[in-house]
């Protein structure tokens, strides 16, 4: 049991008790009586970070359609219990992790729990369904390559992360996902879907030790893979020279990304980037040069942005900085985004931005704590990165210790302007 609480009346007092049943399956629970109301977060570490080129798509598709039907429910069965009690659930599948989000009254939690273990453990992915499925993503990846922002996302990852899993898109492409059979997809879910690579986060309107005997009734006899072998996962290699690609589409406005690899979230340099991020791109106001500067001031965008830590996970996510703009700013725009980066690395950052960004940082900190749901989300990414239940209690005093002489330390460290990717898509003719 690892109790934590915070001090200040503006964060969440958490009391959070992590267990560990004898199949390995990891349990996070945190009571919240101020509703009646039970948040359910299960999350299987396994996405397509294990998937090969050739099996593009296959993680997502497994985390879609494990509420497809299982041995012992069919997937209108499982929509209809779930709407008679009033209950949500979705499952998914993401690059670094798949699993299942669910929220029920506190009455129905033996149910909400008996259902999240019957899709862990028992999906079935009916042949029928795998077909819908299938026809529905490749309709998806049409359009969605159709979106100039999209693409241009889509070239920009192609390049930094060559060589990992990362430069593709977790959803997939059209030649891979069309050959993606229902025994692809059993393969994958038998593999990696097990109680010892799964945890679990409760959070609301629960008694700890009634609950536990439910989730043991639940997924107690799920059994844990003595073989549960890992694939390597590569990671991406800083750049060493520029690169640019321009693709013309036919629409109204350029999209533009420039950046290169980034950071993993157990990086030790986290906040003091967290801080860079908010000082150069990363907050809705005047706090951040990019938004100011090339939306407020120049009128080159209604969207801009940058960061580096916002795609930190498991592996090194990416620095990016974002404008989308009209073709006849292309220039003043790619020149603004290099002006702010390079800037921010040979010239040190003042004071003031030092302590607006801290500021920003530590007020809004507390809107991401508010639902029983993000509390779930919290607890999976602390026992995912090792953050410490005790976390919000000092994550004020993480921001505060960041100083000027730490923001331009990890620019200089981090943020190469010399060797940035640079990606434009758009109606480039004549531009």
Known sequence: MQPTSTPSAMRPRLDVERLELANGLVVLLSENHATPVVAIKAVVAAGSRYETDEQAGLASLVGEMIDEGTTTRSARQIA??????????????????SGVVAMFLSQDIGLGLEITADLLMNATFPEDKVQQQRAR???????????????????????VFSGTPQHRPAVGHEATVKNLTRDDMAAFYHRFYAPNHTLLAIVGDIDKAAVLARIEAAFGAWPASSALALPTVEKPVRQHQAIERFVTVPKEQVNIFIGHDGIERRNPDYYALLVLDTILGSSPGFTSRI?????????????TYSNITSSAGLDPGRFVAYIGTSPDNLQLALAGLRNEIERIVKEPVTSEEVELAADYLTGSFVF??????????????????????????????????????????VARAYLDPEHLTTVVVGPLAGA
Do not use: C
């Open 291 to 303: 938004p100011r500067i090339l939306r407020d001031e120049m009128g080159l965008a209604y969207t």
């Open 137 to 159: 993503r490749l309709a998806q990846l049409k359009s969605r390559l159709d979106v100039p922002r999209t693409l241009a996302s889509d070239i920009f990852n192609d390049i």
């Open 368 to 409: 991401h704590f508010q639902k029983n749901l993000q509390i779930a989300d919290f607890l999976a990414d602390a026992e995912t990165y090792g953050l410490g239940f005790d976390y919000l209690e000092r994550y004020p005093q993480l921001i505060r210790a960041v100083t000027v002489e730490d923001v331009w330390r």
């Open 80 to 97: 209809e219990t779930i709407e008679a009690v009033g209950g949500k659930l979705g499952t998914y599948g993401d690059y670094q992790e």
